[in-house]
């Protein structure tokens, strides 16, 4: 099984509202990542958990919050967005071998966020 | 930060062989990456390549490595409609957590 899964699919939310985007996989893999990306453009790094700890935040606004419940649940809350923060976001997993760089990441099909 | 660019836009026709180049600018990348993205989807990891080789084939995938002019490119064989995508080239840096991608090709396949 190499698969991500994310929900919803596709988020339309106002500007006042708290929505989160779920993701989850089950390869045992002890790394997970959240990415942001705008139409046409590569992915943008947000946030990397490594062993169930934040260990990469790229600088995030605030209005952006991760959770890592346990080694195969990734989540990401969102709360008082701007239009600027519509996108595709993605999440992503893949072994933390401390020792290798050889990390290969599988990525989920992505929540459409629409932020009104 | 690395800089990595790829050209924008790619057209073949179909049967033909497509050739995605990509260019960089930090040579400490261990390894090497290509992601494909159909539209509405996430990443689709292709094939990789370690930075002490200079080739790799996998089936109709053909990864070209030339470090000294830091220059990496994926060839598709006989290519098919369902190549159609964008292709991303991306390089581990950070100790292996953090990916810089590349800015994306778009291939059109026509008939």
């Known amino acids: 099984d190499t698969e991500v899964t994310q929900t919803p699919k596709h988020l339309v939310m106002g500007m006042t509202n708290k929505k989160s985007l779920k993701c989850e996989q089950h390869?045992?893999?002890?790394?997970m990542y959240w990415y942001k990306q705008k139409a046409k453009k590569p992915p943008e790094l947000m946030f990397v958990?490594?062993?169930?700890?934040?260990?990469i935040n790229e600088s995030v606004p605030s209005r952006f919050s991760p959770e890592c419940p346990n080694s195969s649940l990734l989540n990401l809350h969102l709360h008082a967005l701007q239009p600027e923060d519509s996108a595709l976001y993605l999440c992503?997993?893949?072994?933390?071998?401390?020792?290798?760089?050889?990390?290969?990441?599988?990525f989920g099909p992505g929540t459409r966020l629409t932020v009104t | 930060g690395e800089d990595v660019e790829q050209s924008l836009f790619l057209s073949v026709r179909e049967g033909d062989s497509s050739v995605i180049n990509c260019t960089y600018t930090?040579?400490?990348?261990?390894?090497l990456y290509w992601y494909k993205q159909e539209p509405g989807a996430g990443l689709q990891l292709l094939t990789y390549?370690?930075?002490?080789?200079d080739m790799k084939q996998d089936q109709r995938l053909t990864v070209l490595l030339n470090k000294k002019d830091k220059h990496l490119s994926l060839r598709i064989a006989d290519t098919q409609t369902g190549d159609s995508a964008i292709y991303f080239c991306a390089g581990s840096t950070g100790g292996g957590n953090k990916l810089t991608f590349g800015t994306g090709t778009q291939l059109k396949v026509e008939l």
């Open positions: 390869m045992g893999h002890r790394a």
């Open positions: 930090d040579s400490s990348s261990t390894y």
């Open positions: 390549i370690f930075s002490n080789m």
């Open positions: 992503a997993s893949s072994q933390d071998r401390r020792n290798r760089e050889m990390r290969e990441q599988y």
């Open positions: 958990y490594s062993y169930e700890k934040l260990s």
